[in-house]
Structure formats: C-alpha cells, structure tokens
C-alpha cells in the first residue's frame, strides 16, 4: 500500500473519514474503509458494514476528523 496516495483503492484497511448526503443533508462518518469499486465504497463503523454509492459521496479524507472520532455527525 503506498503512503499518501491520492487513490482511495490505496486506503483499503485505513481509518477514512466519509463526507456523503443522506436524505438530502450532509453528514460525516469516521470509519474504515474496506472496499473501492466503480459503484462506490464499503466502510465499516463499528459492528456496523455500509455501502455507499459515489453519487452521494462528497468527500472522502484519509485519517478520522477531530470533532467526530468514532462516531456519526450531521
């Protein structure tokens, strides 16, 4: 896996934090990101496994935010 590279395939097994719109309002989730596809992306969260395709992704940062370590935020 390379560091500090600008493809989310390298991030794979990597703490992500996930900019999406849900219900036409922006929210943020820290998790890690498990899978990159030409649909969209699965993260995990906890016990929890999600899709969610590119349409709704807004950004996608590697490392988790400092205001919402572990944890949902709108």
């Known amino acids: 896996m ?3 590279s600008p493809t989310p395939g390298a991030w794979i097994g990597r703490e992500v934090h996930l900019r999406y719109i849900d219900a036409d309002a922006p929210r943020s989730l820290d998790c890690t990101l498990t899978e990159v596809g030409d649909r969209g ?5 906890g ?10 992704v807004i950004r996608l940062d590697l490392g988790h935010s400092r205001l919402a370590r572990g944890r949902r935020a709108g």
């Not at 992306?41 to 969260?45: A, D, F, K, M, N």
């Open 41 to 45: 992306v699965c993260v995990t969260s």
């Open 47 to 56: 016990d929890e496994t999600s899709f969610f395709p590119w349409s709704s």
């Open 2 to 4: 390379a560091e500090n």
